[in-house]
């Protein structure tokens, strides 16, 4: 019977794990990963040539795996790159990536799979459980609202079924692979932490007449590793910044007619706590609750994000 259990109606199914200095999670995360039913095809481990504690986990791992895992060296730092390397290295008709912090929990594969029995669907992603995190999830989390305005925490939502969605967390997800061969990373969001790069491809998915899926079923639980230092999420300057570069140059993109022009007056104007606007950064510095520092990264983001936009 296919279905949930059965990956036989989408064919081999290869894992992409990015790590660096992360060993000990990462043991756990390939635990986790030999521990599916049904198992992958393979498991492709991208890291780079310094970080010999993680070979020895994918040395140790694979000498006693039933399922083939395999060690590739990435060149060059940055978090697409790595990506991009085991997706092209590996086989499988679905590739699958996650973080190197996340343990799958039992059922997380088969879940993963179980919406690719549509043949529209391009992306599943699922449900992280960081423990111990609180934030709000909206009702409409992983769409995108008619004037622009991304609305995140997806990856939080507890849900009865899957259900369609314009975007999900890049930290657990599967591709058709079919169907990366039509979509572009693009270069200009392979920037710092290389925020919402994903959101970019899947919009590129959904323009070609393909379905994202959110499945809430597919749970993995996310350790939280310390990240490196340069990227630290913690440091808010660098990654408002960020943020709101590359989201600047994704709507840009990507919303058409009268769409465009009200995005950029809400974003300006009003925005996010992710990416001041003018009245949100008045009524925040005010109350104490940010600095005239992460209010200058937003404006100074967004500005970035429209002149790369212009440029291309």
Known sequence: ???????????????????????????????????????????????????????????????????????VEVERPGHVAPVRLGIDTSAGDVVAVVDDDVVPQ??????????FSDPSVACVGGRVVTPGQRARVRPDAGQIRWYGHHIGNVAMVRAPEP???????????????????????????DFDDASMYGLDL?????????????????????????RDPSLARDDRVPRTFTYSRNYSLIASRHLRGLRLPAFWLWWLLIGERGSYGVATAVVDLIAGRTSPAIVTASFKGKFAGVRQWLAG
């Open 163 to 189: 259900f369609d969605v314009a975007g999900v967390m890049e930290c657990n997800w599967a591709w058709r692979r079919a169907v990366l061969r039509e979509v572009r990373f693009d270069p200009r969001l």
């Open 106 to 115: 039992a059922g997380w594969l088969a879940a993963l799979l179980d919406p």
């Open 1 to 71: 019977m296919e279905g949930i259990g059965d990956p036989s109606h989408v064919g081999p199914v290869s894992v992409v794990v990015p790590t660096w200095r992360r060993a000990p999670w990462l043991d756990r995360c390939l635990a986790g990963l030999q521990a599916q039913d049904p198992s992958p095809a393979e498991i492709v481990v991208v890291g780079r040539r310094e970080d010999e504690d993680a070979q020895v986990v994918v040395a140790s791992r694979a000498s006693s795996a039933d399922i083939p895992i395999r060690w």
């Open 202 to 226: 899947t919009l590129q998915a959904r323009e070609r007449g393909s379905r994202v899926v959110y499945q809430p079923a597919a749970v993995v639980v996310n350790e939280g590793a310390p």
